[in-house]
């Protein structure tokens, strides 16, 4: 029973033999070390390490500690069971009163000896002596009963001497047991050489394997958080936007109704006294008497014909109420847009050279336009046989999330603007090679100097600024691009500075323009500090709308084409009145709209 105990105690649990170079976990369990690293490193894919006797989990992989003792007592414990299984398993042929082990067999005699026994056998040269077996028949001819002492090559058979000499194998290539035996040894090893070689390729193959099976799901995972995050994304969104929607059907339907519930409740005021005059009539009509009838007043003075014309006027004045409601739906049309997204494209860098400053400054070259993707996809993914469905179906999901951005951008515009705001140009802003109109709504360059006097507040190059500042609310201006094949137009602060190449609009802090520049293959680009961003289409039309929303820190520009398509959208925290800005490079930029639209400031 107590062997039994100690055998139990020294099993590993994974392969259930007992334990070889024992190691042992915090736990306490023990297993061999080669067992429980296959363990562990099919764990390292998961990350999570647990013993697997108690499952008990390590944050780590666990370091492992060799168990002398285990080692030892196992070492001790499989030398005695050795030795009682030679106690047990062969034993002398004549110690028939205790079993005594065997040391040497007699082919001979077929009998295993003991030490005591051994010294009394015969030494005759028949009796050839081997190691313990129990198998002795096996080292004799079967035909002639003598000991198997040669090896035939050509039958591949072991033969005794009578066979070589005068039996079935006379003749033939023979050679001695302990020859033929060390030569097929070095075949074997030969063979085990090339096994060994085999099966390290494999295993290098698997690891191979298992490495590209670790990144395939490192892979899928972060597709399906990705896809997971832009779903949630658009829900958000159309959420968002299905709130924004009914809120303003809901405001429209009850700026539409209070005005017809007034006009309603008037006109029963009027039914309920047209229905008292028409009993009153009535009431007259049955009347026999005459003099009564005669001598109540004139029907005309009862019927009332200038009140009746009044009331339609009033309904037609409805009507014309509901038409300016209709007008405003057209309002939503002409500055609703599909828009796409703003693009974050790389830059080009660059500006026109003017002829009047060296461009030398300006880098047309200077970015490579890869840094961002107009898609907002980012291409980061490795895909080394193509791109996949699933790489589809996330740019797919991901321009869905961008769309959804530009019509929300594009409802808040549509909902909350409904008339341009009137733009005046300051002469006294004006460089002295532009020519402003009388109504101050043109810009038009010349070659002919105006003679302005020179002041702080007037450019020195081909630019005006607008008299009016925005201060707070929402607002859009058109302007009409005549011939001009260079030009830009955007918004500043009043303190932008009036000279040098850093006065150019877009070219400073304190400036943000859309600009065209016609001899670039890719013309249109936004620009803000000196920082370009390329447009990855060209303007369709000559006629730009600026878009600023002032609290939300918006400036977006669009392409007034049908239908009106949204270029990009500068995201900043304003702190001055914006101004309107034009630089007229050739031919002129017209300002369009009238009536200001929300709060401005006059500057």
């Given amino acids: 029973m107590a062997s039994s105990d100690v055998r139990h105690e020294l099993i590993c649990s994974i392969c259930l033999s007992t334990c070889t170079d024992p190691v042992t976990l915090r736990c306490g369990h023990n297993f061999c070390r080669v067992c429980i690293d296959r363990v562990l490193d099919t764990q390292d894919e998961s990350g999570v390490y647990s013993c697997p006797e108690c499952r008990e989990e390590f944050q780590e992989r666990p370091t492992l500690i060799s168990n002398i003792t285990v080692r030892n007592v196992g070492e001790n414990f499989l030398s005695t069971q050795s030795h009682q299984e030679e106690i047990t398993g062969i034993r002398c042929t004549y110690c028939i009163h205790s079993p005594v082990p065997a040391v040497r067999s007699c082919l001979h005699c077929e009998a295993s000896l003991c030490d005591n026994h051994l010294r009394s056998h015969s030494r005759g040269p028949e009796h050839v002596l081997t190691g313990p077996s129990t198998s002795l028949e096996n080292w004799k001819c079967s035909v002639h009963k003598k000991i198997l002492e040669y090896y035939c090559t050509e039958d591949a058979a072991c033969i005794c001497v009578s066979c070589s000499l005068a039996g079935e194998h006379r003749g033939q290539w023979v050679e001695m047991l302990d020859e033929a035996s060390e030569k097929k040894k070095k075949k074997l090893r030969n063979v085990l050489q090339k096994l060994i070689t085999k099966r390290k390729e494999i295993e290098e193959r698997v690891q191979s394997l298992e490495e590209r099976r670790r990144k395939a799901q490192e892979k899928a995972s972060g597709e399906a958080e990705r896809v997971t995050a832009l779903c949630t994304d658009i829900r958000r969104r159309v959420d968002d936007l299905e709130k924004k929607v009914l809120s303003e059907i809901s405001r429209r339907e009850e700026k539409m109704s209070l005005p017809l519930s007034a006009l309603i409740h008037q006109l ?36 009332d014909p200038e009140e009746e014309e009044g009331d339609e006027d009033t309904g037609g004045h409805d009507g014309g109420d509901e038409d300016t409601g209709g007008h405003d739906g057209g ?273």
Wanted: aromatic letters at 6%.
């Fill in 331 to 603: 309002d939503e049309d002409t500055e609703g847009h599909d828009g796409g997204d703003e693009d974050t494209g790389g830059h080009d860098g660059g500006d026109e050279d003017t002829g009047g400053h060296d461009g030398g400054d300006e880098d047309p070259g200077g970015h490579d336009g890869g840094d961002e993707d107009p898609g907002g996809h980012d291409g980061g993914d490795e895909d080394t046989g193509g791109h996949d469905g699933g790489d589809r179906g996330v740019e797919l999901i991901s321009h869905i999330s961008h769309t959804l951005s530009a019509m929300i951008r594009g409802i808040n515009v549509t909902f909350y603007v409904q008339d341009p705001a009137d733009i005046l140009l300051d002469v006294n802003t004006a460089g002295n090679n532009l020519l402003i109109s009388d109504d101050l709504k043109t810009a038009t360059r010349t070659e002919i100097t105006q003679n302005r006097p020179e002041t702080a507040e007037r450019f020195l190059y081909k630019q005006v600024m607008s008299r009016r500042g925005f201060t707070s609310g929402r607002h859009y201006w058109d302007v009409e691009i005549r011939g001009s094949w260079v030009w830009r137009v955007g918004m500043c602060y009043p303190n932008i500075d009036r000279r040098g190449l850093q006065s150019y609009i877009g070219d400073n802090n304190k400036s943000w323009c859309l600009c065209k520049r016609q001899w670039f293959s890719n013309p249109c680009s936004v620009r803000h500090d000196s920082k370009v961003i390329q447009l990855p289409d060209e303007i369709s039309s000559n006629r730009v709308r600026i878009y600023v929303d002032y609290e939300a820190g918006q400036l977006s520009f669009y392409d007034l084409c049908d239908p009106i398509r949204h270029l990009h959208t500068f995201t900043a925290t304003f702190t001055e009145p914006l101004h309107a800005v034009l630089h007229v490079i050739n031919d002129s930029i017209k300002i369009s709209g009238g009536a200001a639209g929300g709060k401005t400031e006059r500057i």
């Fill in 268 to 303: 029963e005021i009027k039914k309920d006294e047209l229905s008292r005059k028409m009993r009153h009539i009535e009431e007259l009509c049955n009347m026999t008497d005459p003099l009564t009838v005669l001598q109540e007043p004139d029907t005309g003075d009862l019927c």
